[in-house]
């Protein structure tokens, strides 16, 4: 029996889904490569990786593959359109959020530990000061000020505000009461004796502060705070469905 060649367009077909795993692999390859940077941490240059636009993992040096996290500001989440305010489409502020990582990459920034409670965050993650990221950041609306504990630093709060009057980054399309930076449902693991809350950013005075309920929220509800045109949302999704078993809010199936 003699085979009839296969039609053009299936071979074509057939080679773009043969490449489509390599070329995602190489898009992923190129995002890493974006990201990484240098620091300086404690008189120790170290190249790292910027995760987000406020945190990254040493890639070289005695605290080479611990993951840092820069205190006294917050960028947005990355893993997905989440955040809603004003006038922005949720994808809108997620390329802003995205925008910080890069913009981190592209300096070497002298930094220094964190030495109060313990030097460390509760994921776990080195606490670092670096003074000249952080008003970077906020000065381009990729950041906000974010003080956990006691008052935010005063030239935060004006390079914030001068950010919000010029709608630079994130303040472009309004500038809401408070930010919900992070949702966390009843029952989650790891909440420990205060049990579940959402963090509220205050995009005034940068006062990060916890707001306990016990609520548990469903896969991608929205979670919101403030009133009117001051009013923001995040949507929330549990940590373990953020990168894997995605719904749909993210993408996923």
């Known amino acids: 029996m003699i085979r009839s060649r296969p039609p053009l367009l299936a071979l074509c077909c057939l080679a773009l889904a043969l490449a489509a795993p390599s070329e995602a692999r190489a898009r992923r390859g190129r995002s890493a490569r974006a990201a990484e940077g240098r620091v300086v941490l404690d008189g120790e240059a170290a190249a790292v990786r910027w995760t987000d636009g406020d945190t990254f993992r040493l890639l070289t ?9 820069l205190a006294g500001v917050n960028t947005l989440e990355t893993y997905g359109p989440v955040h809603r305010w004003g006038g922005w489409r949720p994808e809108a502020l997620l ?85 919900v930076s992070s949702a966390h449902s009843a029952g989650e693991a790891g909440l420990g004796r205060r049990g579940a809350y959402d963090r509220l950013v205050d995009v005034r005075t940068g006062a990060a502060t916890a707001r306990p309920h016990a609520r548990t929220y469903r896969a991608c509800e929205e979670v919101c705070a403030g009133e009117g045109g001051g009013r923001s949302c995040l949507v929330y999704v549990p940590y373990e469905r953020r990168f894997r078993d995605r719904p749909r809010c993210l993408g996923g199936r």
């Open 61 to 69: 040096g005695p605290r080479a593959g611990q993951r840092a996290r």
């Open 95 to 179: 390329a802003v959020a995205r925008a910080a990582g890069p913009r981190a990459a592209a300096g070497t920034w002298d930094c220094r530990s964190v030495r109060g409670r313990g030097g460390r965050d509760r994921y776990g993650r080195l606490l670092v000061d670096c003074p000249g990221l952080s008003r970077a950041l906020v000065r381009e609306g990729l950041a906000t000020v974010f003080a956990m504990d006691g008052p935010a630093d005063p030239a935060l709060l004006a390079a914030q505000q001068e950010a919000q009057r010029a709608g630079a980054g994130m303040w472009a399309e309004g500038v809401p009461d408070v930010i």
